[in-house]
């Protein structure tokens, strides 16, 4: 059974916008710390933001000022306001819901393409 289900992505060009969002289970996403990991060719899955079960935000350097994670607890989603875009955002952007102590569960969801291109 999915957990997670990811909508959004698509192409844009520089300094433009988009949104994601990432619906979760109703069992899964009061107690999960959930947010976006990116993928860029050839390159490792890094962090974009991740927000706690009760709202807290964490950005990496590389996204901080231009994207804004969010909680819609009566929607079980968890979404991403992606501005300014640049080229190197450029990647495929998954969805994650973990604990938020220890390692009891960690769940992915299977990526939407971003691009940042004229």
């Known amino acids: 059974q999915a957990q997670l289900m990811e909508s959004g992505g698509g192409l844009v060009q520089p300094g433009g916008s988009l949104r994601l969002s990432c619906a979760a289970s109703?069992?899964?996403?009061?107690?999960?710390?959930m947010g976006w990991y990116r993928q860029a060719s050839g390159n490792q899955r890094d962090m974009v933001a991740l927000?706690?079960?009760?709202?807290?935000?964490n950005y990496s350097e590389t996204v901080k000022g231009r994207f804004t994670i969010s909680r819609d607890a009566a929607k079980n989603t968890v979404n991403l306001q992606m501005d300014n875009l640049k080229p190197e955002d450029t990647a495929v952007y998954y969805c994650n819901a973990h604990s938020p102590v220890g390692a009891r569960f960690n769940y992915w969801g299977r990526g939407t393409q971003v691009t940042v291109s004229t």
């Open positions: 927000i706690t079960p009760d709202g807290k935000p």
């Open positions: 109703e069992s899964l996403f009061p107690i999960a710390k």
